[in-house]
C-alpha cells in the first residue's frame, strides 16, 4: 500500500556527491524501515543501506561504508542517501524500499520505488 518517490539521480564525476532522497505515503502513520537499493543490469538487486523506524539501528553493505549515509525524518516521512566519494562501481539504478519494522534490515522489503538512475563517470 504504500509509495515511493524519488530523487536526486543524475550523472557524476568520479570522487563527486549525490543525495537520493525517497517520500513514502500510506505508512505514515505505521513504524516501518526503509533501506535502498541497488541494481545493474545483469545483476541481482543488492542492498546498499538501510534504517529502522527510529533511527536506532542502520546497515551498510562494506563496498560504502565510509562514503554513504542513510538518514531519515519521520515528521516528512522521507528517506535519504547521502553519497560521497563516489566511484564508477556505485553506477546503478537505485531504489527506495520500505517493510514492516519487524525482523533485520536486511530483508523482507514489501514495497519498491520506481528507481532512479545514478552515473559515476571516470
Known amino acids: 500500500q504504500v509509495q515511493l518517490v524519488e530523487s536526486g539521480g543524475g550523472l557524476v564525476q568520479a570522487g563527486g556527491s549525490l543525495r537520493l532522497s525517497c517520500a513514502a505515503s500510506g505508512r505514515a502513520f505505521s513504524p516501518y524501515a526503509m533501506a535502498w537499493f541497488r541494481q545493474v543490469p545483469g545483476k541481482e538487486r543488492e542492498i546498499v543501506a538501510a534504517?529502522?523506524?527510529?533511527?536506532?539501528?542502520?546497515y551498510y553493505r562494506d563496498s560504502v561504508k565510509g562514503r554513504f549515509t542513510i538518514s531519515r525524518d519521520n515528521a516528512e516521512n522521507t528517506v535519504n542517501l547521502q553519497m560521497n566519494s563516489l566511484k564508477p562501481e556505485d553506477t546503478a539504478v537505485y531504489y527506495c524500499?520500505?517493510?514492516?519494522?519487524?525482523?533485520?534490515?536486511?530483508?523482507?522489503?514489501?514495497?519498491w520505488g520506481q528507481g532512479t538512475q545514478v552515473t559515476v563517470s571516470s
Open positions: 524500499a520500505t517493510k514492516p519494522n519487524w525482523g533485520g534490515l536486511r530483508g523482507g522489503y514489501d514495497s
Open positions: 534504517i529502522s523506524w527510529k533511527g536506532g539501528n542502520t
